[in-house]
Nanobody, 124 residues
Framework: QLQVVESGGGLVQPGGSLRLSCASS????????LGWFRQAPGKEREGVSC????????NFLDSVKGRFTMSRDNAKNTVYLQMNSLKPEDTAVYYC?????????????????WGQGTQVTVSS
């Protein structure tokens, strides 16, 4: 079964930045869209961003547009979520997921394989 692993989470002050990584040591991620989702305490999981296999199509949640960017390094088999100007409301567990059909939509039902998540906490 395809597995992905997230890293890069942590504690950051409001206005700060973090870069999350999503990688697989077992499977070539080049052919798939990758998405980032997040779940805050007491809230449903929501789609944050995605990128298609080509890297030329991305999609973002309205509340993160202009602050978050997504990129992929196929040579490293890794996808990144660069998060800038972080706000306390960005605090959540962030999950990476694989879309085998390369659609790049922010709907959880499109994604088959999920990582375990990485905690992002934005607080002063």
């Amino acid at each position: 079964q395809l597995q992905v692993v997230e890293s890069g989470g942590g504690l950051v002050q409001p206005g700060g930045s973090l870069r999350l990584s999503c990688a697989s040591s077992e499977f070539n991620l080049d052919y798939y869209a990758l998405g980032w989702f997040r779940q805050a305490p007491g809230k449903e999981r929501e789609g944050v961003s995605c990128v298609r296999s080509s890297g030329d199509t991305t999609n973002f949640l309205d509340s993160v547009k202009g602050r978050f960017t997504m990129s992929r390094d196929n040579a490293k088999n890794t996808v990144y979520l660069q998060m800038n100007s972080l706000k306390p409301e960005d605090t959540a567990v962030y999950y990476c997921a694989v879309d085998r059909f390369n659609l790049c939509a922010l709907s959880q039902s499109n994604y088959d394989y999920w990582g375990q998540g990485t905690q992002v906490t934005v607080s002063s």
